[in-house]
């Protein structure tokens, strides 16, 4: 069955960068692009950007330009998401979403404090 | 980027009553529209693709409908279970947008 495991929780200071991964299984990962979506109590779900695992091509949401990078290890069957420049804003769970988000990882939890 | 408003935002409920939540785009989707269940601590789960496509392991008293800007999501006799919040997403232009999210209780 197709399974997403994100990357467990983390707590990161102000200035800093995350980098979350998100392993696929039960699919061939090439086959389907990979999205990522913030939720925060504050502004609800937001989609951040998706790739295509085969091509590596990319596309953002404007406003997380700069912010969030996509990568993927076709190797591994793992996409990555690197957050920089980190500020308490950035305080969220991140999920990602595969299958046309029909399959979503757990979540990873990401607190920016110092 | 596409503005969607989910209505209501809080809805209470009893166990068999049929219930319908609503998105309204600020532009035609053309039927680009899923629907979303999350309990609390858990991810988002899939119940309706494309509007009206009841996604595979979904009850059936789950239902879809819409076009253009206005789409609905129904639960035609409400159960224990189906307490959770509900959002929409629009995915027919990036930046995919969602829903606030209408939260679901029992009476």
């Known amino acids: 069955q197709v399974q997403l495991q994100q990357s467990g929780a983390e707590l990161v200071k102000p200035g800093t960068s995350v980098k979350l991964s998100c392993k696929a299984s039960g699919y061939t990962f090439t086959s389907n692009h990979m999205n990522w979506i913030k939720q925060t109590t504050g502004q609800g779900l937001e989609w951040i950007g998706i790739?295509?695992?085969?091509?590596?091509?990319?596309s953002y949401n404007v406003k997380f330009k700069g912010k969030a990078t996509l990568t993927v290890d076709k190797s591994s069957s793992t996409a990555f998401m690197q957050l920089s420049s980190l500020t308490p804003e950035d305080s969220a769970v991140y999920y990602c979403a595969s299958g046309a988000r029909a399959y979503w990882g757990q979540g990873t939890l990401v607190t920016v404090s110092s | 980027d596409i503005q969607m408003t989910q209505s209501p935002s809080f809805l209470s409920a009893s166990v068999g009553d049929r219930v319908t939540i609503n998105c309204k785009a600020s532009?035609?989707?053309?039927?680009?529209l899923d629907w979303y269940q999350q309990k609390h601590g858990e991810a988002p789960k899939l119940l309706i693709y494309?509007?009206?496509n009841l996604q595979t392991g979904i009850p059936s008293r789950f239902s879809g409908s819409g076009s253009g800007t206005d789409y609905t999501l129904t639960i035609s006799s409400l159960q224990p279970e189906d307490v959770a919040t509900y959002f929409c997403l629009q995915h027919s232009s990036r930046p995919y947008t969602f829903g606030a999210g209408t939260k679901l209780e029992l009476k």
């Open positions: 532009q035609n989707i053309n039927k680009y």
């Open positions: 494309n509007t009206n």
């Open positions: 790739i295509n695992p085969g091509s590596g091509g990319t």
